[in-house]
């Protein structure tokens, strides 16, 4: 039987407060929402026609259990997660349809960047690089070949665009106008400091992690800076299996650069209202379960049992 692919969630019992790309926002009082994760799926900054099945729990499920990790990991690090469990404003008949993808979360001011972390030049920063021996204008050693790490992780932010826009890299001293020096500096360590916690996890657990994206917020009473949204999820991050690993060419992936690199090769990168074909998204979702069985020791059934 196949697998229901859900890329759009009406809940009845909560108002809804916007959609992004893949998250559904919906209120739950004033200091809590209820974010919501479908199985849409977007690459160069367009979704999909259509989804890929499972995405949303296997998001959810990593997210939730990051946040463990990185709490025994950095035991002052403070995160928006509250529960994997609905609270009791949500109907019977909404919680049957959220089942596994929803999480209750902290409401806090976003920051309008997102804190990009690399340890490894690939993507557009190789691209970039072959050009001008810089990374998202900042000057990097010579000689590194694709794929290389860098000799330490670079903080490399970009804006947070609306739905429809693109994210434009800046430097981190444009960052730092965007949301201040204060909180600037803060970011930058933070994200950093967990990159290379996480870094450290997953490749204890096969898995290299050569960048990914985190956002942030503030906490307003305790002026805290807070990490949310997902974190560290095959959506978010480059994964490569580290038994596969090589440099000096590009690696095979658990992550949707399997999906972006059949755009580019079909002609359909950054078209909009693309379809996948049926094996493209199963075998995205396949890879994206690979590598939450890897990093949780669960598979993604076994997670989804225990709720």
Not at 164 to 173: K, V
Not at 181 to 194: C, F, H, P, Q
Not at 248 to 270: C, H, P, V, Y
Request: charged letters at 25%; a negative charge.
């Amino acid at each position: 039987m196949s697998i229901p692919v859900v890329t759009t969630i009406e809940l009845q019992s909560l108002p809804k407060l916007t959609s992004g790309k893949v998250r559904d926002l919906y209120e739950i009082d004033d200091k809590t929402l209820l974010f919501v994760t479908t199985d849409r799926i977007s690459a160069y900054d367009v979704i999909m026609a259509n989804g890929v099945p499972q995405k949303g729990a296997i998001l959810t499920q990593l997210t939730a259990h990051w946040f463990k990790v990185l709490k025994e990991r950095i035991p002052d690090v403070k995160t928006h997660f509250i529960s994997l469990t609905p609270p009791p404003s949500v109907s019977d008949q909404d919680k049957a349809l959220i089942r596994g993808r929803s999480m209750h979360v902290r409401r806090l001011k976003v920051f309008p960047i997102e804190a990009i972390v690399r340890g490894y030049i690939t993507g557009s920063a190789w691209n970039e690089y072959q050009k001008t021996g810089t990374v998202h204008g900042i000057s990097v050693p010579a000689g590194l070949q694709q794929c290389s790490p860098f000799p330490k992780p670079l903080y490399t932010p970009s804006t947070k665009a609306e739905l429809g826009d693109h994210d434009e890299n800046i430097t981190p001293e444009k960052a730092a106008e965007i949301v201040g020096d204060k909180y600037a500096a803060r970011i930058e360590e933070l994200a950093l400091k967990v990159y290379t916690t996480a870094a450290e996890y997953a490749r204890e657990h096969g898995i290299i992690i050569a960048d990914t994206k985190f956002e942030f917020g503030l906490d307003e009473e305790t002026d805290d800076i807070v990490l949310i949204d997902e974190v560290l999820t095959p959506d978010s991050s480059r994964f490569w299996p580290a038994s596969e690993y090589e440099v000096g060419r590009d690696q095979d992936s658990f992550d949707k650069q399997f999906l972006r690199n059949w755009l580019t090769r079909e002609g359909l990168k950054a078209k909009d209202g693309v379809e996948m074909p049926q094996a493209i998204a199963e075998a995205t979702s396949a890879r994206y379960k690979e590598a939450f069985k890897l990093l949780t020791g669960k598979t993604l059934e076994e997670a989804l049992a225990e709720l």
